[in-house]
């Protein structure tokens, strides 16, 4: 994949959360704080601006451009823990112009590890990991069957959409949600909502 396809990710995903930004805060609204919608689009249409004014040269300038502005600008778990995605994926892609599939799956994952290491969810606790991590398997499968990458980013972005769909039934055990115990069930998670469209938007740029 392209530096240009990744820079239209991040244009694509701030538009798909500013569109949905009174969704994604509906849902917080019901096991959170109502603030997850702004927070996203906040973060996001800053992240836009910044690589608009500073073109980053590298996927590892794109990375850590867009972690650094969410990190600065998101108050909450959200903004250190999708902060800490892209600064990691930047320092695993590098100083590139470009991933291929084997590339663009470790820099997902190194993002990934570095939400687990963060806020220490497992899988099941009901948060953005649920969407997450099934797409980084679906695109492991696929590259492993040797399947084309916007095909493994179509499974990618499938995976994590029944991920968070998943989140449902599940009762939270990290964040806001999990103060309210057994009573976040039958709710989504908000965060796997906004993470499914992140994978999402991904296989969307790739398909340019
Ligand atoms: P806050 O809860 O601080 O208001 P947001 O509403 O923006 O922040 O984000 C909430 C989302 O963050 C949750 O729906 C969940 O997906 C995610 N989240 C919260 N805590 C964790 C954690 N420890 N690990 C992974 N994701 C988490
Ligand atoms: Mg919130
Ligand atoms: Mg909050």
Same mark, same amino acid.
Do not use: F, I, Q, W
């Given at each position: 994949m392209q530096l240009s396809a990744l820079v239209d990710w991040i244009h694509r995903y701030k538009d798909e959360v500013v569109a949905r930004k009174d969704e994604l805060t509906d849902l917080d609204r019901q096991i959170g704080d109502a603030d997850h919608g702004s927070n996203m689009a906040r973060g996001m249409q800053a992240a836009s601006d910044k690589i608009d004014a500073a073109v980053p040269a590298t996927v590892g300038e794109l990375g850590k451009s867009v972690g650094m502005t969410l990190v600065s600008t998101v108050g909450g778990a959200s903004g250190p823990l999708y902060g800490t995605f892209f600064l990691r994926f930047g320092t695993a892609a590098g100083g590139v112009t470009e991933l291929d599939a084997a590339g663009l799956s470790a820099a997902l994952r190194s993002g990934v590890e570095g939400i687990v290491a963060r806020g220490k969810a497992e899988p099941g606790d009901k948060t953005m990991l649920d969407a997450l991590l099934p797409a980084l398997d679906a695109i492991d499968d696929a590259? #492993? !069957?040797? *399947? $084309?990458?916007?095909? #493994? &980013?179509? !499974? #990618? +972005? @499938? +995976? =994590?959409? #029944?991920?968070? !769909? +998943?989140?449902?039934?599940? %009762? +939270? *055990?990290?964040? *806001?949600? /999990?103060?309210?115990?057994? *009573?976040? =069930?039958?709710?989504?998670? $908000?965060? /796997? %909502?906004? /993470? =499914?469209? &992140? %994978?999402? @938007?991904l296989a969307d740029a790739a398909k340019g």
């Open positions: 590259n #492993a !069957a040797g *399947r $084309p990458e916007v095909e #493994a &980013l179509e !499974a #990618a +972005a @499938t +995976a =994590a959409e #029944a991920g968070s !769909a +998943a989140t449902l039934d599940l %009762v +939270a *055990r990290k964040g *806001r949600a /999990s103060y309210l115990g057994e *009573r976040s =069930a039958g709710h989504l998670d $908000p965060g /796997s %909502v906004s /993470s =499914a469209m &992140l %994978v999402r @938007t």
